[in-house]
């Protein structure tokens, strides 16, 4: 099965690219693609009108770790919408190499890696245990731009 | 035009590498070349004797939004002086691919993207829009080396 | 001399992979193999059964710059243990490409390429100056996982 087949059997809908204030300027390439490989920036998670999904703020303070769990999921959803619109077919992601998530984490709280598990999890469950596998950090940060609670850049190999 | 030209046309200079305090070691390459790729360290905001340019600290507190751009800006500058003294001509560089914006944040300082568009502006101007495309995350660190306000690490495709 | 060889010369021992409490999932690949590249996952400094090494907390308060140093070598040798298993052979490891050192930092502290040397002065020692030499970052982090350290993020050239 494919995954777009497998997008639509989960009753899943990518969204399209995230809509910002007209004061802010992103003057790069969501995807950028280099021989057989495709650098993914930074993704906010986004709701399927393409604005930020709320709750914004901490995951341990404003966010709950289920909350945040969830903003990981629609974050890997983002990255999906990113790379359909570049690639033209997700199946051409041949294997995933790097996923680097970054969670905004009120003072204390650690448990950074189950916040990214929504989405290795989601991945995993689209791409399988073998193109799917991805090395990985999941890490605390002071700040995200808009008060986002997960970024999350990665890497894959593309065919 | 080439690189050299564009960065003379726009009366830009080079700085040195980092002047740094002696008891800092620094055991690592600024540019490391591996193939087609080199890998870029943290760079800082330099002078053109090499020292970390002022002011330092935390943008949204003691830099502004405008000095915080200015600073992603000469971080840019270092990076390029690294790689002129690595590769011997900024014109190798044949792709941007990533770059990873990291802002030393005050507390509630999420315009992180309008700061580290100081970085990509000048990369965009220098090797337009194709070449100098390039992924990108703009986050919030708790604290940078020697308080510096920004540090960028790139990534870029050389012939 | 080979690596394997070098590690014994200086009396070292690999740890195990990490041991996590049982309700912590980490569904990722330590090492991930693509081409002649190994990407490697966010480590921590472990003990020899595995477990988390202790002190944890952050740099500059619960921890000295000493602890810290340590912590950091104590990371590069998580990482050695990884590839081992990963590639049979450290020797399979032909350049160190990036290196992203992530110091939990307590606030104000700021000597984080100190804290991050344990980890480059290790590859440096095993790897000597030309296999060894890699870009690098150390930056400060708001909160790690677990609570750790340090957390060292990688990738290699390999045969």
Request: proline share 8%; hydrophobic share 45%; with cysteine.
């Amino acid at each position: 099965m494919d995954i777009e087949a497998r997008l639509a059997a989960l009753g899943l809908t990518l969204p399209p690219p995230v809509v910002i204030a007209p004061h802010i300027r992103l003057p790069f390439a969501f995807v950028r693609v280099s021989g057989n490989r495709a650098y993914i920036s930074g993704h906010a998670p986004l709701d399927l009108d393409g604005r930020v999904a709320r709750p914004l703020g901490k995951v341990g303070s404003d966010l709950t770790i289920e909350q945040g769990y969830e903003a990981a999921r629609l974050t890997a959803l983002s990255i999906l919408g990113s790379l359909r619109r570049t690639l033209g077919d997700l199946d051409r992601v041949t294997s995933w190499l790097r996923i680097f998530g970054m969670v905004n984490a009120a003072p204390g709280f650690t448990d950074l890696p189950t916040v990214i598990n929504g989405c290795s999890d989601l991945i995993l469950e689209l791409y399988g245990p073998e193109r799917g596998a991805h090395a990985r950090s999941a890490v605390g940060l002071a700040e995200l731009p808009f008060n986002i609670p997960v970024e999350i850049e990665a890497e894959v190999a593309i065919a």
